[in-house]
């Protein structure tokens, strides 16, 4: 082997997308684009956080036969990696009886090193400490002469472990990463990043992996800031790619050379990216062989089909209509339009034999009682059962498309509407949806395998919101105006803001506290809910986890005084419609 010179390296960082549990698959991947890397000059490569087993593999590290088997593929990897690039491979690791989320440095077919990572989030989606044990503070890895610092992704969230490696003599930092997507996380990265450079005055290179793992979504965006805080290297969002990098040691320090400086999307692109994703990989990645789903007519249907469709393309979507007696000409004219730009199957199947079918069962028993929602329950539960049926005989899953704001309050229909195995835009608030609509309008996003142009008919997102489940209705007639409810919603759940401060938002006090009790009696039906993809940081189910059985309920006057309290920092949104907080 050849060892290059000590003042120069060229570094490989392999932006990924793992398959958690397919540690076979995963490895072979290393083998793969090790190769590609060695035939690019490349003296080492690096890949994400424990991408031999996927990230996160929640307790599956509790499975003995699982962390044997991840610690068994490196070691038997090792030999066949005597000539050539050494790599930087995360995994899970046992070690004295303890299983540690860890990084080995390969190199001349032998394990050179293992560090293992210091800080365990145990927050929001992170539950580390409950399934690995944490590592001791480290010191750099030697790579042919050169000390590398190998934090491990919260590893570089506070400053002790990049302190400890610049004091052990670290002369670069390189961070495999498994960072979840959020509408804010882009920034608040690269703020971390810049804050531990500052620190230490050392580069630092951060490798994020990239992909869908049930709720959570990777949007990869991977980069490297020299001792500056200057960009070399930029990445791109949303897609596997791996690029070598070339370092320098000039003087004390080392830099790397300029590189690609992707742009990132951000935004209201960055949302849609990260629900197309988060979609493709849970039906691919699960084996199933396309998506069903209802197309209503209306706003958030039309934009999981055509999620669907850019996700997995339109052979692998089928749509149905699912009309009954209050199902509008409009709507059913918007569904058509919508399947027809689209390009996918559309079918209609009327409910209207097995709806009343159920009112017939049910008959004698109602019998003396007035139609409500019972009634109403019946058409969107003959729906699912459709909906299910189909799935089951073609082998599609069923996709369901209730937005946040919905979720929030309880305004859909337990094993009617809310049946399928996953939802796109569950972490999208009926705001959110309209302008992400809207968006994917003006916009192909990269990757996209559907149609360019208006694929959103342009009555669906001008006309009111209904359900049709009864002459006339419409959203407004149970919610408030969307604009209001949402603003309500992201304090309650976002920002935890108290009734107070929320009135204060100019919002009426009686409609803040009947959204206060909607959202609390919901918790029952968010919990048998379809998984979702989260893409904010108060997602229901992994960050946001509320008692079904809750009683506690806030009052608008202020509390009394009971010893001195530090007041929590909170960051409060402008409001949807653009009003200022008051």
């Known amino acids: 082997m ?6 120069r390296l060229r570094i490989a960082f392999a932006q990924l997308n793992p398959v958690v549990g397919a540690i076979d698959a995963n490895i072979d991947r290393v083998r793969e684009v090790r190769a590609e890397a060695a035939d690019q000059g490349a003296d080492l490569v ?11 593999p929640e307790d599956l590290v509790l499975k003995p036969a699982f962390v044997r088997a991840a610690r068994q593929a490196v070691e038997q990897l090792a030999p066949e990696f005597d000539d050539g690039p050494g790599v930087i491979l995360p995994t899970v690791w046992p070690e004295d009886g303890k299983v540690y989320n860890a990084i080995v440095l390969i190199d001349d077919g032998r394990i050179q090193a293992v560090r293992h990572k210091v800080d365990l989030p145990n927050y929001g989606v992170f539950d580390e400490k409950r399934v690995f044990a944490q590592g001791p503070l480290p010191g750099p890895v030697v790579f042919r002469g050169v000390r590398i610092g190998v934090p491990i992704c919260e590893d570089i969230w506070t400053d002790e472990v990049c302190e400890c490696l610049e004091e052990s003599g670290a002369e670069f930092f390189i961070v495999p990463n498994g960072s979840p997507f959020d509408w804010k996380k882009p920034d608040v990265r690269m703020n971390i990043a810049v804050a531990r450079i500052k620190e230490t005055g050392l580069p630092l290179a951060y490798l994020n992996q990239l992909g869908g793992q049930d709720e959570l979504v990777f949007d990869g965006a991977s980069f490297v800031l020299n001792a ?5 290297i930029q990445l791109p969002a949303w897609r596997e790619e791996t690029v070598v990098t070339d370092w320098r040691r000039e003087g004390d ?3 790397c050379g300029t ?5 990132v999307p951000e935004g209201d692109g960055a949302a849609y990216m990260a629900c197309m994703l988060g979609l493709r990989d849970y039906v691919n990645k699960n084996g199933f062989p396309g998506v069903v789903l209802g197309l209503s007519g209306g706003i958030d249907s039309a934009l999981v089909a055509a999620l669907s469709v ?7 979507v089928h749509c149905v209509m699912l009309p009954y007696q209050y199902t509008s000409e409009e709507s059913l004219a918007d569904a058509a339009g919508c399947a027809t730009a689209l390009g996918m199957r559309y079918d209609v199947v009327p409910i209207k034999e097995p709806v009343e079918g159920f009112e017939h069962a049910l008959s004698e028993m109602f019998k003396g009682l007035k139609p409500d929602v019972t009634e109403e329950n019946l058409q969107s539960r003959a729906r699912g059962t459709i909906l299910m049926a189909i799935s089951n005989k073609f082998g599609y899953m069923v996709v369901t498309t209730g937005n946040k704001s919905e979720m929030s309050v309880g305004y859909a229909t337990l094993y009617g509407d809310m049946n399928g195995g996953f939802n796109p835009i569950k972490d999208l608030y009926k705001t959110e949806v309209y302008r992400i609509a809207a968006w994917r309008n003006r916009n192909l996003p990269e990757g996209a395998m559907g149609p360019e142009g208006t694929v959103i008919p342009e009555n669906i997102l001008t006309k009111a919101p209904t359900a ?9 007639d149970s919610l408030p105006e969307y604009h209001v409810l949402d603003d309500i919603l992201m304090c309650l759940v976002e920002y935890e803001m108290p009734i107070g401060e929320i009135v204060a938002r100019q919002h009426d006090p009686e409609t803040v506290k009947r959204i206060e009790r909607l959202l609390y009696i919901a918790e029952y039906k968010r919990r048998q809910s379809a998984p979702g993809v989260k893409i904010s940081s108060r997602n229901f189910g992994r960050d946001r986890r509320y008692p079904i059985t809750n009683k506690f309920r806030e009052t608008l006057e202020p509390p009394a005084e009971i010893g001195t309290t530090a007041e929590v920092p909170r960051q409060v949104p402008p409001r949807p419609d653009g009003g200022e907080v008051a």
Do not use: C, I, K, N
């Open 2 to 7: 050849t060892t290059p010179a000590s003042d």
């Open 46 to 56: 690096v890949f994400p956080e424990l991408f031999v087993t996927g990230y996160p």
């Open 228 to 232: 500056d805080a200057s960009m070399a």
């Open 253 to 255: 320090g080392w830099v």
């Open 259 to 263: 590189g690609e400086r992707a742009v």
């Open 310 to 316: 850019d996700a997995l393309g339109a052979d692998r």
């Open 468 to 476: 049709e489940l009864r002459e006339g209705q419409t959203d407004q």
